[in-house]
């Protein structure tokens, strides 16, 4: 629950209008004779983010144009927005700028070394290949064909996924490289809390499992992965999730990263627990280790 204190001076002037005796009229929130202070606030948001940092009580960073913000509560209140840093070089689902708070920035030299971390950023210029596969872009499916696309193992023998009452289905890729790395992702302005995880998603109605994951992966990730193997499910706070090894085999992180992500990370698999800042995440790489 957000709470808003206001002083009783503010109460005060915060009328709802009336006319003077000498026919003078008052508009709502227009009364001179008491002086508005700067606001004041005691809130914490339902994401524990104190409410003056974002414009909103309990705000944080949405996928909004240019800078909207999604998830919040409560009042709002007369604090300037922060202004975007960057721009992501594709717009939103609704054609829209999305603006980016805290760019990272790129590190793709780094793809050449198997024990360090890359990162690389939309729009940024990237190698030919990668442990002798290309970075090339790829054409996915029409959104109806999407259940259809290739890289899928049809001959993979699933147990149920058992999801409890009040959450969903979903599905993920953990993308390991040949040199020993996996890919993650970085949520554009941590949407959904995030600062690094792996590409994954609530399942679409008509997509398996298999190819929902695909698609999280191309969308998020700018990667085209093909699924080698059942790794495994893990509960989360609104659903269970189940992650399937995989192996890149297209796609361009620079170029074909979807807005939804700001960056796209190659960590070594050694690394992993301390990249991911969630500690659901840290569960997917101990069945990544295991």
């Not at 290309?134 to 696309?149: G, I, L, Q």
């Not at 040199?179 to 959904?192: E, K, L």
């Not at 190659?266 to 659901?280: N, R, Y």
Request: proline share 9%.
């Amino acid at each position: 629950m957000t709470l808003l204190l206001v002083s009783e001076e503010l109460a005060k002037s915060h009328n709802s209008g009336y006319t003077r005796k000498d026919g003078t009229v008052v508009h709502p929130f227009d009364d001179k004779r008491y002086k508005k202070p700067a606001t004041k606030w005691s809130a914490t948001g339902s994401h524990g983010v104190t409410a003056p940092q974002y414009g909103l009580p309990g705000a944080k960073p949405g996928y909004g144009g240019g800078g909207g913000y999604g998830g919040h509560s409560g009042a709002l209140f007369d604090a300037p927005k922060p202004k975007p840093k960057a721009y992501h070089p594709k717009p939103g689902d609704k054609g829209q700028q999305v603006g980016i708070y805290s760019p990272h920035v790129p590190a793709v030299a780094a793809l050449s070394d198997p024990g360090a971390v890359a990162t690389i950023t939309p729009g940024c210029e990237m190698p030919e290949s990668l442990n002798g596969i290309a970075f090339t872009s790829w054409t996915p499916p029409a959104d109806e064909d999407w259940d259809f696309v290739d890289g899928q193992m049809d001959d993979l023998d699933e147990p149920v996924l058992h999801v409890p009452k009040g959450k969903e289905a979903a599905s993920g890729l953990v993308i390991v490289e040949p040199d020993g790395r996996a890919w993650v992702v970085s949520p554009t302005n941590r949407f959904g809390g995030y600062k690094n995880t792996f590409p994954k998603g609530k399942v679409e109605p008509e997509l398996s499992f298999q190819s929902n994951a695909i698609k999280e992966a191309w969308e998020e990730g700018g990667i085209k992965a093909n699924v080698i193997g059942l790794l495994g499910d893990v509960e989360r706070t609104t659903s269970v999730t189940r992650y399937y090894l995989a192996r890149r085999v297209a796609g361009n992180p620079a170029a074909d990263v979807t807005w939804e992500s700001q960056a796209v990370h190659l960590v070594p698999i050694a690394k992993l627990t301390d990249f991911l800042d969630a500690k659901v995440d840290h569960s997917v790489v101990d069945l990544l280790s295991g």
